[in-house]
C-alpha cells in the first residue's frame, strides 16, 4: 500500500527566500506525481504534474523534480512570496490513477 | 467558466438523514473521483469512475453510493449519515488522452463541507 510522506509539516520564512518541500512515498510503482496548493477553506490547484518517465516540470518559480528509485519528490519555490502561503500537497498517482496524497506543508512567507 | 463544480458548497444536516452531493465537470474528461478530506486535512481516494463504470471502490462503508448519471456527472448518495461523516468531500476529474505531458493530471472542484449534528 502506497505512502506518502511530507516533510516538514509547516516551514516558515521571509519573504524573497528560496525553498524546498519535500515529498517521499514507499513504493515507486507510481504512475505519476501531481503537486496541489490548498488555500484555507478552498479546493486544491494543481501546480505541477510530473509523469513517471519525468524528472522534472518547471512552472515560474515552481520546480518540481522526481526521483522515482528513490521515492522522491521535491517542490522549489524561488523568491517567495507572501501570496504564496499555503499548504502545499504531494499526491503520487497509483495504477488505477487513484491519488495517494500526503498530509501537506504548511507554508507560511512573512512579508 | 468552472471547469470542476460541485453543489451544495455546504451541507449541515443530522445524524440519519439521507443527503446527496453532486458534481459536474465540462472539460471533458473521462474519468471521475471522489476524495474526502477528514479534520486533520487528510485527503483519501473513495471513488474512481471511467465512463460510467466504476474503477475503484475504496474501504468506503456501503452507505456511500456514487451515481454515474454521463461521464460529465458523478453524483455521492450518502445514506444514514453518522457523525463521523463529517469532513469535506473533493471531486476531481481528468482525461487520459489529454497528450502524455498532462495525461490523467487530476483537476479537483471547490469542495463541499459536510456537516452532521
Known amino acids: 500500500k502506497q505512502e506518502v510522506t511530507q516533510i516538514p509539516a509547516a516551514l516558515s520564512v521571509p519573504e524573497g527566500e528560496n525553498l524546498v518541500l519535500n515529498c517521499s512515498f514507499t513504493?515507486?510503482?507510481?504512475?505519476?506525481l501531481q503537486w496541489f496548493r490548498q488555500d484555507p477553506g478552498k479546493g486544491l490547484t494543481s501546480l505541477l504534474l510530473i509523469q513517471s518517465s519525468q524528472r522534472e516540470q518547471t512552472s515560474g518559480r515552481l520546480n518540481a523534480s522526481l526521483d522515482k528509485s528513490s521515492g522522491r519528490s521535491t517542490l522549489y519555490i524561488a523568491a517567495s512570496q507572501p501570496g504564496d502561503s499555503a499548504t502545499y500537497l504531494c499526491?503520487?498517482?497509483?495504477?488505477?490513477?487513484?491519488?495517494?496524497f500526503g498530509s501537506g506543508t504548511q507554508l507560511t512567507v512573512l512579508p | 467558466d468552472t471547469a470542476v463544480s460541485q453543489t451544495p458548497k455546504y451541507l449541515v444536516t443530522q445524524m440519519g438523514n439521507d443527503k446527496s452531493i453532486k458534481c459536474e465537470q465540462n472539460?471533458?474528461?473521462?474519468?471521475m473521483y471522489w476524495y474526502k478530506q477528514d479534520s486533520k486535512k487528510f485527503l483519501k481516494i473513495m471513488f474512481s469512475y471511467n465512463n460510467k463504470e466504476l474503477i475503484i471502490n475504496e474501504t468506503v462503508p456501503n452507505r456511500f453510493s456514487p451515481k454515474s448519471p454521463d461521464k460529465a456527472h458523478l453524483n455521492l448518495h450518502i445514506n444514514s449519515l453518522e457523525l463521523g461523516d463529517s469532513a469535506v468531500y473533493f471531486c476531481?476529474?481528468?482525461?487520459?488522452?489529454?497528450?502524455?505531458?498532462?495525461?490523467?493530471?487530476?483537476?479537483f472542484g471547490p469542495g463541499t463541507r459536510l456537516t452532521v449534528t
Open positions: 513504493d515507486s510503482a507510481i504512475y505519476n
Open positions: 476531481a476529474s481528468s482525461q487520459r488522452s489529454s497528450g502524455r505531458a498532462k495525461a490523467y493530471e487530476q483537476y
Open positions: 499526491a503520487v498517482g497509483g495504477s488505477a490513477r487513484q491519488l495517494t
Open positions: 472539460l471533458g474528461h473521462d474519468t
